[in-house]
């Protein structure tokens, strides 16, 4: 019974130092969103960051080159992209690059082919 207690109070004393840690780590979005990730993939490079929190006032911590990084943020319209199932046979032809590209209500999404003006998807 002696181990049993022991054991119980070092589980509750390792719980409760991860508290403090847990509690003051909100993570804050930043409004804006991250430009298009079109870059080649690094594979061995570490994260700069975990969330925007971490990132100067302009900069929101996004993927790019398949890492995470400080960036410019950049203005998103409402709504998703809708999703393309299908796949590319020629080459890729970017038509967009980021939102602001297009007109209206469109965004710039990712397609088979390369990024072009869409309607977004509510959601």
Same mark, same amino acid.
């Given at each position: 019974?002696?181990?049993?207690?022991?054991l119980l109070?070092?589980?509750?004393?390792?719980?409760?130092? %991860?508290?403090?840690?847990?509690?003051?780590?909100?993570?804050?979005?930043?409004?804006?969103?991250?430009?298009?990730?079109?870059?080649?993939?690094?594979?061995?490079?570490?994260?700069? #960051?975990?969330?925007?929190?971490?990132?100067?006032?302009?900069?929101? =911590? #996004?993927?790019q080159a398949?890492?995470? %990084?400080?960036?410019?943020?950049?203005?998103?319209?409402?709504?998703?992209?809708?999703?393309?199932?299908?796949?590319?046979?020629?080459?890729?032809? $970017?038509? #967009? $690059?980021?939102?602001?590209?297009?007109?209206?209500?469109?965004?710039?999404?990712?397609?088979?082919?390369?990024?072009? =003006?869409?309607n977004p998807?509510?959601?």
């Amino acid at each position: 019974m002696r181990a049993w207690s022991l054991l119980l109070l070092v589980a509750f004393l390792a719980l409760g130092s %991860q508290l403090p840690a847990a509690l003051g780590s909100r993570k804050r979005e930043k409004l804006g969103g991250c430009p298009p990730d079109d870059g080649p993939c690094l594979q061995l490079v570490p994260d700069q #960051c975990m969330d925007d929190s971490q990132c100067p006032s302009r900069k929101k =911590c #996004c993927y790019q080159a398949c890492y995470r %990084q400080c960036v410019r943020l950049v203005s998103v319209k409402q709504g998703s992209c809708p999703k393309d199932p299908l796949r590319c046979l020629s080459p890729i032809q $970017h038509l #967009c $690059h980021q939102d602001s590209d297009c007109r209206g209500s469109s965004r710039c999404c990712l397609g088979a082919c390369g990024r072009d =003006c869409r309607n977004p998807v509510k959601g």
